[in-house]
């Protein structure tokens, strides 16, 4: 049984790079293939990390930050572990890494059709910015383009407290 006290976050690594495939399999209708992570594991300003119970990869996320925006590229949670807070603390993980060094607000894209992903941002405080159509070139689905303003967080000292 999932303990959510047990569950680990950690930098990701080129021996995770397996699981996290069958989770992008599983998730996604184009998924990433393993040497686009193993690139992003290489780049500077990048954050990728993964959540872990025991041995099993549970989620994972990556993330960049330009200049003071971090911009969320790709994040999935194994669908045996949604919906027990795993995304939540992945991104709340992301900005306390990069709210230190300069980071004031996230960006990311979603999938129009992603219910439950564009209500965990909404409840986060994102907001929707604009529909860019047919950003999708696997299926032409248009994305949701949402926005989170650090600055307007509730204790700006410490950016995830609220999370």
């Known amino acids: 049984m999932f303990k959510a ?3 680990i976050i950690e930098k990701m690594g080129v021996d995770d790079i397996r699981q996290i495939l069958e989770i992008e399999k599983i998730s996604f209708p184009t998924p990433w293939h393993s040497y686009i992570f193993e690139l992003e594991l ?3 300003r990048t954050l990728q990390l993964v959540s872990k119970f025991g041995d099993q990869v549970t989620g994972y996320i990556i993330s960049w930050m330009m200049y003071d925006e971090i911009h969320i590229l790709n994040i ?3 669908p045996d572990f949604r919906r027990k807070g795993i995304a939540r603390r992945l991104l709340s993980d992301v900005i306390e890494y990069f709210y230190p060094r300069g980071a004031r607000s996230v960006i990311l ?3 129009m ?3 439950a992903a564009q209500n965990l941002y909404e409840s986060l405080g994102f907001r929707t910015l ?5 950003y999708y070139t696997d299926t032409g689905e248009d994305a949701i383009v949402m926005y989170l303003d650090l600055l307007e967080l509730p204790q700006r000292s410490n950016a995830t407290s609220y999370l």
């Open 5 to 7: 006290h047990e569950l």
């Open 130 to 134: 604009r529909i860019r159509k047919k």
């Open 109 to 111: 894209e979603v999938r």
């Open 42 to 44: 290489k780049k500077p």
């Open 113 to 115: 059709y992603n219910k």
């Open 76 to 78: 999935a949670v194994h």
